[in-house]
């Protein structure tokens, strides 16, 4: 009855809260880089929702994705090619630090990539699996707050109760590097559609059985 209660209660959040929006990356998005480089600070690197006159701006677009790994309460499932942000990997840092409950599938191949910062989150204890081909694991998504990964949480960890969260996925063609975020033409969607998370979630968890764990001693940039 409890743990009715509280999912009547996330719905409602989850409804107040969602989110379907489209965030285009292009060769105008850096034109403001300089501007902000002198209001944060150089060597800043926590993307600041700073005022910007430019549409396109890079550093809010990685903003909106850091809000997101921001709000997470119990689970992130991060899908991705390529990660070499440091913005997105301190985000997932502060997330790990508020005990969110954080898992990785990379590439068997990029995954070891000099500036892979999979590398750091590896030490840190995230666990990390990718497969072992020569295909490419070319996926880039990230699930916050999965609903059926919240509710395995909640069985793992014997809980009546659970804060209220919800559940959303981004995804597009975007690569986690500061050559996708601040160079390159990409799309990322960013959604609280539960049929699209949901398959999302689905995908990620056939992976992560199909796939062998990678311990963090082997994970060493070449």
């Known amino acids: 009855v409890i743990w009715k209660l509280v999912q009547c209660s996330r719905s409602k959040r989850e409804k107040a809260s969602r989110v379907h929006e489209v965030i285009v ?17 150089i060597g800043s690197q926590k993307p600041q ?27 992130i499932d991060l899908a991705i090619f390529t990660f070499s942000s440091l913005s997105l990997a301190d985000a ?34 995230v666990p990390v699996r990718v497969p ?17 990964r919240v509710e395995e949480i909640r069985l793992l960890r014997k809980l009546k109760w659970m804060r209220p969260c919800y559940s959303i996925v981004i995804s597009g063609s975007l690569n986690w590097t500061a050559q996708g975020l601040g160079g390159n ?33 082997q994970i060493q940039p070449k």
């Open 132 to 148: 072992i081909t020569t295909n490419l694991m070319h996926n880039k998504f990230c699930i916050i707050g999965g609903v059926e």
């Open 49 to 75: 929702m700073s005022p910007c006159c430019n549409a396109h701006c890079s550093l809010r677009n990685v903003a909106k994705i850091a809000e997101q790994i921001d709000r997470a309460v119990y689970s």
């Open 92 to 125: 997932l840092k502060r997330a790990l630090q508020r005990g969110v409950i954080i898992r990785i599938i990379s590439d068997g191949e990029m995954v070891y990539c000099t500036g892979s910062q999979i590398t750091m989150l590896a030490q840190l204890g």
């Open 25 to 41: 990356f292009n060769e105008l998005g850096e034109i403001c880089a300089a501007a902000h480089m002198r209001n944060n600070g």
């Open 185 to 217: 033409w990409e799309n990322c969607i960013i959604t609280a559609d539960e049929k699209l998370t949901a398959t999302f979630q689905a995908e990620f968890r056939r992976m992560w059985r199909a796939f062998g764990r990678t311990e963090a001693s």
